[in-house]
């Protein structure tokens, strides 16, 4: 980390109120960071998909297992990390839900959007096992070529 | 912000005003349970009117897709009406935008049936 990233660390519970508590978290520190409206809607929808990915498919719901979420807010991008208990999985193995045979099914989007929205988006094992997903996102650059957001305008006053 | 959904009956078809987010949990189950509870009265003829839904997730999505297949398979329809920019572009990154028949005017939508 550099002296001019700030990083954020949640642990959750494996509950279905950890998905909302972890949008609204994320929504706070992308809007304060200067994301607008629509960054804003497209990080918190993915750190929402990533959750539920980490409590129903990782750790299967079951409660006394941990997510851990993590913020890395740099003056160019905001960097989430959701790292599960569970088996974990790779990205290869997730079936692409605009394939014709997958349009109708009721499930299998989430990855899809997260993948969507966010500017990079990987899965790893964690060094203690179970899934983690990395994912950033960019701020826009400003007509003076710098990123031009809020946080990076209050660290430079 | 809280699920809400209102069957109005016309035209010999439902349309439902529905209100609020559809996520996981009370929003995807609440439209689960209108859509069967509509097909047990047999109203087939379905509109969801999604004006004033302001968020939809994955789950939400999958509800859609469910209530839309579940509606067809009995023989009925199920259509859109009003999506908000952020339900319409979820649906174009989906490809589900050409799957479900969208309609911006009411009348329109209840003269679409069959």
Redesign the interface.
């Known amino acids: 980390m550099t002296q001019q990233s700030k990083r954020i660390e949640v642990t959750l519970e494996t509950l279905?109120d950890s998905?909302g508590l972890a949008e609204e978290i994320c929504l706070r520190i992308a809007d304060a960071a200067g994301f607008d409206e629509d960054d804003c809607?497209k990080i918190g929808?993915s750190v929402?998909?990533g959750v539920?990915n980490a409590c129903k498919y990782g750790n299967q719901m079951q409660r006394e297992k941990k997510i851990y979420l993590s913020f890395d807010l740099t003056p160019r991008r905001i960097v989430i990390h959701i790292l599960d208990q569970g088996p974990g999985f790779d990205l290869v193995d997730v079936p692409d839900?605009?394939a014709e045979e997958n349009?109708?099914?009721?499930?299998g989007?989430?990855i899809?959007?997260m993948r969507?929205f966010m500017d990079e988006f990987a899965v790893r094992r964690g060094t203690a096992g179970g899934a983690e997903l990395v994912m950033a996102k960019h701020f826009r650059a400003n007509p003076n070529g710098d990123s031009g957001t809020r946080a990076a305008q209050t660290r430079e006053e | 912000m809280t699920f809400r959904a209102t069957p109005r009956e016309t035209a010999g078809a439902t349309v439902v005003d529905i209100s609020g987010h559809i996520t996981l949990g009370e929003g995807s189950a609440g439209l689960r349970e209108m859509v069967r509870d509509l097909l047990t009265k047999g109203q087939k003829k379905i509109v969801l009117n999604l004006g004033d839904v302001s968020y939809i997730d994955s789950s939400g999505i999958g509800e859609l897709v469910s209530g839309y297949t579940t509606v067809k398979n009995q023989g009925g329809e199920l259509k859109l009406l009003h999506l908000t920019r952020k339900v319409h572009d979820l649906l174009q990154i989906t490809k589900l935008f050409t799957v479900f028949d969208v309609h911006t005017d009411e009348r329109v939508a209840l003269s679409s049936f069959n």
């Open positions: 279905l998905v809607h929808m929402r998909e539920i839900p605009l349009l109708l099914k009721t499930s989007r989430g899809f959007l969507a």
